[in-house]
């Protein structure tokens, strides 16, 4: 049995079609919605914080030594592309960190600071791989995988994910299996099917994983001094004004509760940003008032 390998993370992540990794990993958020000509937009997705638990290898295999070690550290390389989430490992799961590290993964280091001042706890990603296996002289591969994704406070699954995929190539291959994890692995069924099935894990656990929303908010209002909740990190740059709003009524999810958006209120006046810090920025009135906690900011105002 040949002694595995490792393939840069990157050249899966083209496989996998998950390019833009590094710019994910290092964005502080993902901005939805149309933006102004200085870059604000009014609406931004907080990164979603996931914890992935080792796969339990559960298909028989007897090819590949650690494909439980293997297959997950593949499915962090693919939810690191993902700009929407910031993905961790287990703490005392150093041989598959180690396995991180060794490859020089663009997922390195294993987390990855919030640009929130406390973060929430991780979604729980966990599960197993139950098939994994070579067909008709190797012509034919399937890789099955079972997900879940649980809620790290209620202990509740959010999402029960099922994945086969199945890759058939009509060439016969008559000489050795080349070494699992080399670039030409990765071009058989069995290597075409294991990547295959991470992708689709990946689009499914991203669809299952509830998304928070940033938007730009009066914090604090004292006299007439007024703060912002966000500065630079959220783009906010001096002497740019807004229009700002009274707080409008929630839309809610009828089943979870959850707020989904937050209806624009009566338009209150204008303000000015006089001073913006790393992660708070700070206003003046315009024009209007009295300006409270908790009102929205349109975007910013052409000047």
Same mark, same amino acid.
């Given at each position: 049995?040949?002694?595995?390998?490792?393939?840069?993370?990157?050249?899966?992540?083209?496989?996998?079609?998950?390019?833009?990794?590094?710019?994910?990993?290092?964005?502080?958020?993902?901005?939805?919605?149309?933006?102004?000509?200085?870059?604000?937009?009014?609406?931004?997705?907080?990164?979603?914080?996931?914890?992935?638990?080792?796969?339990?290898?559960?298909?028989?295999?007897?090819?590949?030594?650690?494909?439980?070690?293997?297959?997950?550290?593949?499915?962090?390389?693919?939810?690191?592309?993902?700009?929407?989430?910031?993905?961790?490992? +287990?703490?005392h799961d150093a041989s598959l960190t180690e396995r991180l590290r060794r490859t020089k993964s663009a997922f390195w280091p294993p987390t990855k600071a919030l640009s929130r001042a406390r973060a929430p706890d991780p979604y729980i990603i966990?599960?197993?791989?139950?098939?994994?296996?070579?067909?008709?002289?190797?012509?034919?591969?399937?890789?099955?995988?079972?997900?879940?994704?649980?809620?790290?406070?209620?202990?509740?699954?959010?999402?029960?994910?099922?994945?086969?995929?199945?890759?058939?190539?009509?060439?016969?291959?008559?000489?050795?299996? +080349?070494?699992?994890?080399?670039?030409?692995?990765?071009?058989? +069924?069995?290597?075409?099917?294991?990547?295959?099935?991470?992708?689709?894990?990946?689009?499914?656990?991203?669809?299952?994983?509830?998304?928070?929303?940033?938007? +730009?908010?009066?914090?604090?209002?004292?006299?007439?001094?007024?703060?912002?909740?966000?500065?630079?990190?959220?783009?906010?740059?001096?002497?740019?004004?807004?229009?700002?709003?009274?707080?409008?009524?929630?839309?809610?999810?009828?089943?979870?509760?959850?707020?989904?958006?937050?209806?624009?209120?009566?338009?209150?006046?204008?303000?000015?940003?006089?001073?913006?810090?790393?992660?708070?920025?700070?206003?003046?009135?315009?024009?209007?008032?009295?300006?409270?906690?908790?009102?929205?900011?349109?975007?910013?105002?052409?000047?």
């Amino acid at each position: 049995m040949s002694k595995c390998r490792d393939i840069s993370p990157l050249k899966r992540f083209r496989i996998l079609g998950a390019a833009g990794c590094l710019v994910a990993l290092t964005s502080g958020c993902t901005t939805i919605g149309p933006s102004s000509n200085n870059g604000l937009v009014s609406r931004q997705a907080l990164p979603a914080p996931v914890l992935v638990r080792r796969l339990q290898d559960r298909s028989g295999n007897k090819q590949i030594p650690a494909l439980d070690r293997e297959m997950t550290a593949l499915l962090i390389e693919a939810l690191a592309g993902e700009p929407a989430l910031v993905v961790s490992t +287990p703490p005392h799961d150093a041989s598959l960190t180690e396995r991180l590290r060794r490859t020089k993964s663009a997922f390195w280091p294993p987390t990855k600071a919030l640009s929130r001042a406390r973060a929430p706890d991780p979604y729980i990603i966990e599960g197993s791989i139950t098939a994994f296996t070579p067909k008709t002289s190797r012509r034919e591969a399937s890789v099955a995988l079972r997900l879940t994704v649980r809620d790290p406070n209620s202990g509740r699954t959010l999402s029960t994910i099922p994945v086969n995929h199945t890759v058939r190539n009509r060439r016969r291959s008559d000489g050795a299996a +080349p070494p699992f994890g080399s670039e030409a692995y990765f071009q058989t +069924p069995l290597g075409q099917a294991m990547l295959g099935a991470i992708d689709a894990a990946r689009g499914e656990i991203t669809k299952a994983i509830p998304m928070d929303y940033w938007e +730009p908010l009066i914090a604090a209002a004292t006299g007439k001094r007024i703060i912002l909740n966000g500065g630079r990190d959220r783009g906010f740059r001096k002497n740019q004004t807004y229009t700002v709003f009274t707080v409008g009524e929630n839309v809610t999810d009828p089943i979870t509760g959850k707020v989904l958006t937050t209806l624009m209120g009566r338009e209150r006046g204008r303000l000015r940003v006089t001073r913006v810090e790393a992660h708070v920025a700070y206003a003046e009135a315009v024009i209007g008032g009295p300006f409270n906690r908790m009102q929205r900011l349109g975007s910013p105002n052409r000047r």
